[in-house]
């Protein structure tokens, strides 16, 4: 597939008026007045787009790695195979597991759909009704492999194959706790090691891809650079800044998580912080509850001594209570961010600052719409209730408060640049509170 075709294609469909009647409601900001209403939802029926791709190739080839990765019973894999055969040209029907907890919430949105098909329904409503298919089949909510994560090989394998980047990433947080309270220099290391992980996602590469390139950037990949202005917010609330983490990806991702996380408790910014992680496995390596706990351990056990010691300190926050991690069902669910039920927003209105971590994180604040790129930030993110701050690598065709120069000069690199995890956000809104950013 030519995918810079499709950066071309997205550039021009993004500047036309979209038709599309909204399926949502519309983004309220947090004073109640509604602001400018999105565009459509990006859907795989546009052959030329990244989301068919994903849909009628990715998708397919994830449930191949899954069967060969595990040793289901017969059963489960005659699910998983069905599931297969149903992409993309058989509609959406409700999801089979009886006693899930979040069986009738999926009821609902199914009920919402008009017998549309994988390619017909919005992308992201295909992409966690397939991984939701996907923990049915294996009953990890249920039976009969309850908490049996399907994706835990390459999730482990994730970690045993980037011990050279985890003893760097350690030795990074070694460094920036050398001068405490935390510098804003620091922080914005933090920061930055945070967000290039995100390319650590095993839905895009298998753990043992070598064809990622490396995981760091430089600045000029960054199309959106807040790290001064969240360093600031972060700061006028230390030492008891309080920070709600929705976290991404398992494996060397969520390492560089907990190494910012780790810096800001230790480093005398952040009194507590509360990860939330999805309720079940999902877009392949993203992290449940069980994958905070492993891999601190994994780290207490490293050989390394700068790995040991990290091990050792997110391990006494844990005990302390300083780091809290839960999980909630909303996070699997196929609603934008502007749909959140109240037990969200309530909890990020608690908290100084919220740092939505990854791709699926931001597509999901964005609606996974067609915004134009160019769309400001405070824009698009109007109805947030309190201070967020998104860290992703671009891995989809949804993005604001980019420039035209931004563009022009990704389009220049010669890479598939709205899709290829190569050019990054750390993009602070705060308008949902006063951050004196």
Not at 10 to 18: A, D, E, F, K, M
Not at 49 to 55: G, N
Not at 390 to 409: H, I
């Amino acid at each position: 597939m030519d995918h810079a075709r499709i950066s071309r294609v997205v550039l021009s469909r993004r500047s036309q008026t979209i038709q599309n009647p909204l399926r949502f409601p519309l983004p309220v900001s947090a004073d109640g007045r509604s602001s400018i209403a999105p565009p459509a939802p990006l859907r795989g029926i546009d052959n030329s787009s990244f989301a068919h791709f994903s849909i009628v190739k990715r998708l397919p080839e994830i449930l191949r790695r899954v069967l060969h990765d595990n040793t289901f019973p017969p059963g489960v894999e005659e699910s998983l195979m069905r599931l297969h055969a149903e992409i993309p040209g058989t509609p959406l029907h409700p999801i089979d597991e009886k006693g899930a907890p979040d069986l009738d919430a999926w009821a609902a949105h199914i009920d919402n759909l008009d017998g549309e098909n994988w390619l017909e329904v919005p992308w992201f409503f295909a992409e966690t009704y397939f991984y939701r298919r996907i923990v049915a089949a294996t009953g990890y909510l249920t039976k009969p492999l309850h908490h049996v994560d399907p994706f835990s090989y390459q999730k482990s394998a994730g970690l045993r194959t980037n011990r050279a980047s985890i003893r760097r990433f350690a030795r990074v947080v070694e460094d920036a706790l050398r001068e405490r309270p935390l510098t804003q220099e620091a922080m914005g290391a933090l920061l930055a090691q945070s967000l290039w992980g995100n390319r650590a996602d095993l839905s895009l590469w298998a753990a043992d891809d070598d064809d990622r390139g490396p995981l760091d950037q430089s600045d000029d990949h960054l199309f959106v650079d807040d790290r001064d202005r969240t360093a600031r917010l972060l700061r006028n609330h230390a030492p008891d800044a309080r920070l709600l983490f929705v976290a991404d990806n398992a494996g060397l991702e969520l390492v560089g998580d907990l190494c910012l996380i780790d810096g800001l408790l230790t480093g005398g910014i952040a009194s507590q912080v509360r990860i939330h992680v999805k309720s079940h496995p999902t877009f392949v390596s993203d992290a449940v509850h069980a994958d905070v706990g492993a891999t601190i351990t994994f780290l207490r056990d490293s050989i390394n001594r700068h790995a040991q010691k990290l091990g050792g300190r997110l391990q006494e926050h844990v005990d302390a209570g300083r780091i809290a991690v839960e999980d909630d069902f909303y996070w699997t669910s196929p609603l934008p961010l502007w749909e959140m039920p109240a037990r969200i927003s309530e909890m990020m209105r608690e908290h100084d600052l919220t740092i939505l971590k990854g791709d699926a994180n931001y597509r999901r604040m964005l609606g996974d719409r067609h915004w134009p790129y160019t769309t400001p930030t405070e824009v698009a993110t109007s109805y947030l209730p309190a201070p967020t701050l998104a860290l992703r690598t671009m891995k989809a065709e949804v993005a604001v408060g980019l420039s035209q120069n931004d563009m022009n000069r990704a389009a220049l690199s010669g890479q598939n640049w709205a899709t290829s995890g190569e050019w990054g956000f750390v993009q602070l809104s705060s308008r949902g509170g006063s951050s004196s950013a």
